[in-house]
């Protein structure tokens, strides 16, 4: 069990209620210092509500939560004075240029005229902004401006930054590009507090991911001993002609006596396994069968797997 001394974030029972939506309903979280601490979950799940109210933006409603090792109920500037963070939107004037952006934050943060334009060329440099820097941000990308909002945030480097879903609706080398920049704060010494709907994004980044759904907290651990909460493995197929399917699915619940899911790919089917000697059975029937295989593979469940048994739904319904 982690003692409080080590841990950045610590909340015990947090409630933030909207009239009668419990948005968040009793939040425990224990967040080490250092690192990628993950908030997983669904739109609507709880994630930014509690960010806001650990960021000291939204009052608490019920419980208790210390950031590093401050109250945020009662020492709400001595938290914000360690912390930063990047919401889910860019916060940017996009009429000035992103070498004036920098600029202009620098100075509000105390900076003199020179430490504040070295401080943004530094980053411009670090976020591989440099040849964007005398353009307005107006017209850059999505994912330059999301690496110019990180880059804003860290102007002063902060002990800790919370990332609410910073990659939503990036291109994947965007995300890629943004994925980077959150290794290298970690690797600075900066805590990193991130929220996503987005498994491969916990499953890249994350020491320890927290699933909440409902306001709440319904798994916690690494990701990979949620996954194996689950069951040992996975096996996924593929079959090579679609009409056998059906054919296949029964066989292979009859062999492994397991349910046989029907993915929305019409070729391909996965089974969650708990007794790997199973498969090997099942691969030979299949053949004996005249049923043709393009894929036959056992591997971990997924962090996919993970949401389905914890909540009886997949994520893409989640995310609808």
Do not use: C
Not at 144 to 164: G, W, Y
Not at 188 to 195: K, M
Not at 243 to 267: C, G, Q
Not at 295 to 316: H, I, K, N
Request: glycine share 10%; net charge negative; charged share 20%.
């Amino acid at each position: 069990m982690l003692t409080a001394t080590k841990l950045a974030i610590e909340t015990t029972g947090l409630v933030k209620t909207f009239g009668s939506t419990h948005a968040v309903d009793g939040l425990d979280l224990a967040v080490p210092l250092g690192g990628v601490y993950g908030v997983l979950g669904p739109n609507g799940a709880g994630k930014t509500t509690a960010i806001r109210m650990l960021a000291t933006l939204l009052p608490l409603d019920g419980g208790t939560a210390t950031v590093l090792g401050h109250d945020v109920a009662s020492e709400p500037d001595a938290v914000r004075s360690k912390v930063s963070l990047t919401g889910q939107f860019a916060s940017l004037d996009e009429d000035l240029t992103g070498t004036e952006n920098l600029l202009l934050l620098g100075r509000l943060y105390g900076y003199s005229r020179a430490a504040a334009r070295t401080r943004s060329e530094q980053l411009l440099s670090a976020f591989g902004l440099e040849e964007a820097g005398n353009r307005q941000v107006k017209n850059y990308s999505g994912g330059m401006r999301r690496r110019l909002d990180i880059a804003a945030s860290i102007i002063v480097t902060p002990e800790m930054i919370f990332l609410d879903e910073p990659t939503t609706g990036l291109d994947p080398r965007s995300r890629n590009q943004v994925w980077e920049i959150v290794r290298a704060l970690v690797a600075g010494g900066t805590t990193v507090l991130l929220t996503t709907q987005y498994l491969d994004e916990a499953d890249q980044l994350a020491d320890r991911v927290a699933v909440i759904d409902h306001g709440k907290v319904i798994a916690e651990g690494t990701t990979g001993e949620l996954k194996a909460s689950v069951g040992s493995g996975a096996l996924h197929v593929r079959v090579t002609d679609v009409a056998t399917r059906p054919a296949a699915a029964a066989l292979l619940r009859e062999i492994l006596e397991v349910p046989v899911v029907e993915e929305a790919d019409p070729a391909a089917l996965t089974a969650r396994i708990d007794d790997p000697k199973r498969v090997s059975r099942a691969l030979p029937a299949l053949d004996d069968a005249g049923i043709a295989v393009s894929t036959f593979a056992l591997g971990q469940p997924s962090l996919d797997e993970v949401f389905l048994s914890l909540t009886g739904r997949p994520t893409e319904e989640h995310a609808s």
